[in-house]
């Protein structure tokens, strides 16, 4: 039996893109270990179904003695279990993870989240640690029995200007892709039109934007239109928005605030716009997948991994970043012709027909497990 560790940061990650992928695997007798930060205060319902361990490696510390002290631990947790593969998710644990890989000389999946932390910044120390990330990428993905997955052609064009992984394979997978039997398009919208963004409530995501670009509706008349923003509270991000200042943004804009909404798939059925204004780092937002699985036109911004998951002016808007009357002037002229909002909305299903579908993006996952386990270093 094949044997394949994956390394998550944070276990609602896992359980939200890829658990289908480790699922998979262990229907074909794969072993999968999965080692992750906890955080749940309740346990997931599939959390039976996995072999879950606390990893070694802290989300967001900053200190360096404990960085050795956690590559000590991976070190010795990988030597003495020999797992036929690593898979490593996320920049921390691909570094780690991957030095660890080529001082054992076990096969290394790496997959690529997002660039953005790295180059974001343009300060001194942020060009030092950029030139060592990639220093290290090189280091990692010079063997042949590594793999780096990337989400977007941004993040795969950067790794290539960097010369990164010319000697391994590195090859473009969209997310984790979408459920398409889950998310759907329910066939009709409510009269009223909704506005919808979901996502964590972070500043980079773009929630002061959207409330800005509510406003200017809220003030007009907001009988005709109604905004909403659905998605947790992530304390634990230094660009989380407290409920304070949330609860004053919404009420000021006109927006209701859904909180964290667990069938998801309901609501987006109902949306006549769905609206993601990021300028995180993103990979390829899986809500943009669902979003257009649903049948929902969308307005993103242009922005890496966003840019994605949509064709501009065909299945949405993409608007610049950071500019929330940009994003207002979007909305406004998608709300004013129902024949393309309901032509889009096509569009974005057929788009996520073709390229996002969930099944797909499994199966190029399981065909590297495939191809690499047990592959010689």
């Not at 003695?65 to 921390?92: C, M, Q, S, W």
């Not at 929902?296 to 002016?313: E, F, L, M, S, Y």
């Amino acid at each position: 039996m094949k044997k394949v560790f994956m390394f998550v940061n944070v276990d609602w990650f896992f359980f939200s893109h890829r658990m289908p992928i480790a699922k998979k695997a262990q229907e074909n007798n794969v072993q999968m270990r999965v080692y992750t930060e906890f955080t749940f205060k309740e346990k997931h319902p599939d959390i039976k179904n996995f072999s879950l361990f606390q990893s070694p490696l802290s989300r967001s510390t900053k200190n360096y003695g404990l960085f050795l002290i956690e590559f000590i631990k991976l070190y010795l947790l990988i030597r003495k279990n020999r797992p036929d593969l690593i898979h490593a998710v996320t920049i921390k644990p691909i570094i780690f993870l991957g030095i660890v890989s080529r001082l054992t000389g076990i096969p290394f999946i790496g997959a690529v989240t997002g660039l953005g932390p790295v180059f974001n910044r343009k300060t001194i120390f942020s060009r030092i640690r950029l030139m060592l990330v990639m220093n290290i990428y090189r280091f990692i993905f010079r063997s042949k029995s590594s793999v780096i997955i990337c989400q977007n052609r941004h993040d795969k064009e950067i790794l290539d200007n960097y010369r990164v992984a010319s000697e391994s394979e590195k090859l473009i997978i969209p997310g984790s892709g979408v459920n398409l039997e889950k998310f759907k398009p329910e066939g009709f919208k409510k009269e009223v039109p909704i506005v919808l963004m979901a996502s964590r409530i972070l500043k980079e995501k773009g929630v002061y934007e959207f409330c800005s670009a509510a406003k200017s509706f809220h003030k007009e008349d907001n009988k005709k239109v109604k905004f909403m923003l659905a998605g947790p509270i992530d304390s634990s991000s230094p660009s989380s928005i407290s409920s304070k200042t949330l609860k004053s943004l919404c009420h000021d804009s006109g927006v209701d605030y859904l909180g964290d909404i667990k069938d998801l798939n309901l609501l987006l059925a109902k949306v006549s716009i769905f609206v993601l204004p990021s300028y995180y780092s993103e990979g390829l937002p899986k809500v943009l997948l669902e979003a257009a699985a649903s049948g929902c036109p969308i307005v993103t911004t242009d922005h890496p991994g966003c840019r994605d998951a949509i064709v501009n002016k065909k299945t949405g808007i993409l608007v610049e970043i950071r500019n929330s009357k940009v994003l207002q002037s979007a909305i406004s002229n998608l709300l004013a012709e129902p024949n393309k909002l309901i032509s889009m909305g096509k569009a974005s299903r057929k788009l996520a027909e073709e390229l996002f579908d969930e099944k797909k993006v499994i199966e190029a996952h399981y065909a590297l497990y495939e191809k690499y386990a047990n592959k010689p270093s």
